[in-house]
C-alpha cells in the first residue's frame, strides 16, 4: 500500500511539474510538448499502469517473489502498450505510401 501511494504522489508532482513547466509562452516547442505530455499522462488508465508498472519494479528490486496475477497484468499492459504502437506505426506507413 505504502509503494502505491509513493507512486501517485510521485506522479502528481510530475504532472505539477509539467503543469508549471506548461505555462511558458504559447506556441514554443517546450509549451506545445509539456502540453501534450500533461494530456497523456493524466489520463486515469496511464496511471493505473503506472501504478502496476511501479509495484512490480518495486517488487523485483527488493527480491520480494512477484504474485503471477502482477506478472499477468504487467505482460497484458506491455502487450498493450506495443500494440498499439505497432498498429499505430503501420497505419502511419501505409498512409504515407497511398498514392494520390
Known amino acids: 500500500m505504502t509503494i502505491i501511494l509513493i507512486a501517485l504522489v510521485a506522479i502528481a508532482l510530475f504532472i505539477?511539474?509539467?503543469?508549471i513547466l506548461s505555462r511558458t509562452p504559447a506556441g514554443t516547442p517546450v509549451a506545445?510538448?509539456?502540453d501534450r505530455v500533461v494530456y497523456d499522462w493524466s489520463k486515469p488508465q496511464t496511471i493505473f499502469a503506472l501504478m502496476f508498472y511501479a509495484t512490480f519494479v518495486y517488487l523485483v528490486l527488493k527480491g520480494v517473489p512477484v504474485p503471477d496475477m502482477l506478472k499477468s497484468i504487467v505482460d497484458f499492459l506491455?502487450?498493450?502498450f506495443?500494440?498499439?504502437?505497432?498498429?499505430?506505426a503501420v497505419k502511419g506507413s501505409a498512409d504515407e505510401n497511398k498514392e494520390p
Open 16 to 19: 505539477l511539474f509539467l503543469s
Open 32 to 34: 506545445k510538448i509539456a
Open 78 to 80: 506491455m502487450g498493450f
Open 82 to 88: 506495443f500494440g498499439q504502437k505497432i498498429k499505430t
